[in-house]
């Protein structure tokens, strides 16, 4: 069931686009930002929204990230996760791998019953996922992912997403969301960024670690 985001989309999931233009040139630059930028931004934040991605899978980062989750909710931070239904290399995974963690179950949310939080949401955090949060599937009518079901993370007030380069996901198409002003990159391996942030926010709130 190893099947590529592209086979999925073309057998059906999306609406593939029909409108037979050239996709939308995307302009600007992409803004790279710090672990500990990222970490001021979750202390101080207020409601959280994680969407975990294939890249999660493949560094085996959930354990890092679920504790991280724990600390901020101890910080009295709202954190939810935002689960597309064909992130990871199939569905359903990523829901098995935050269990294993040991993420509570009720924070653990469907894109349907999560995308329209993400204006509320002081930070969204992308953790290795790439066509289940592109702006193009919206934005761009002659886009290959146009009419694609996607997490709308660009709505949050700040973006971070967490990617080992600026590089395609599976549908090769590039990904506007990066270059938007709301964005931070984090670039890195996922497991050791993870692993990171987890060791930046035991020192930022040691409160929540004693909790």
Same mark, same amino acid.
């Given at each position: 069931?190893?099947?590529?985001?592209?086979?999925?989309?073309?057998?059906?999931?999306?609406?593939?686009?029909?409108?037979?233009?050239?996709?939308?040139?995307?302009?600007? %630059? #992409? %803004?790279?930002? %710090?672990?500990?930028?990222?970490?001021?931004?979750?202390?101080?934040?207020?409601?959280?929204?994680?969407?975990?991605?294939?890249?999660?899978?493949?560094?085996?980062?959930?354990?890092?990230?679920?504790?991280?989750?724990?600390?901020?909710?101890? #910080?009295?931070?709202?954190?939810?996760?935002?689960? #597309?239904?064909?992130?990871?290399?199939?569905?359903?995974?990523?829901?098995?791998?935050?269990?294993?963690?040991?993420?509570?179950?009720?924070?653990?949310?469907?894109?349907?019953?999560?995308?329209?939080?993400?204006?509320?949401?002081?930070?969204?955090?992308?953790?290795?996922?790439?066509? %289940?949060?592109?702006?193009?599937?919206?934005?761009?009518?002659?886009?290959?992912?146009?009419?694609?079901?996607?997490?709308?993370?660009?709505?949050?007030?700040?973006?971070?997403?967490?990617?080992?380069?600026?590089?395609?996901?599976?549908?090769?198409?590039?990904?506007?969301?990066?270059?938007?002003?709301?964005?931070?990159?984090?670039?890195?391996?996922?497991?050791?960024?993870?692993?990171?942030?987890?060791?930046?926010?035991?020192?930022?709130?040691?409160?929540?670690?004693?909790?």
């Amino acid at each position: 069931m190893n099947r590529s985001l592209t086979n999925v989309i073309l057998g059906g999931y999306g609406t593939v686009s029909t409108a037979g233009g050239k996709p939308r040139e995307i302009t600007g %630059t #992409h %803004t790279e930002v %710090t672990a500990d930028q990222t970490v001021d931004w979750l202390l101080n934040a207020k409601n959280v929204i994680i969407v975990p991605g294939y890249g999660l899978c493949a560094a085996r980062a959930q354990y890092p990230i679920a504790e991280m989750a724990s600390l901020l909710r101890k #910080h009295d931070v709202n954190v939810r996760f935002g689960i #597309h239904p064909v992130a990871g290399r199939m569905p359903g995974q990523l829901n098995v791998l935050l269990a294993e963690a040991g993420v509570p179950y009720d924070i653990v949310l469907e894109m349907d019953e999560i995308n329209d939080d993400f204006p509320d949401t002081d930070v969204a955090l992308v953790i290795g996922a790439n066509d %289940t949060v592109n702006c193009a599937a919206e934005d761009d009518p002659n886009s290959i992912i146009a009419g694609m079901p996607v997490l709308r993370v660009w709505k949050a007030k700040q973006v971070v997403v967490m990617k080992r380069t600026l590089g395609v996901g599976y549908a090769a198409v590039d990904n506007p969301l990066f270059y938007k002003p709301n964005t931070g990159m984090l670039l890195g391996d996922a497991k050791k960024m993870c692993d990171t942030l987890l060791t930046k926010i035991k020192e930022n709130a040691p409160a929540a670690v004693a909790a």
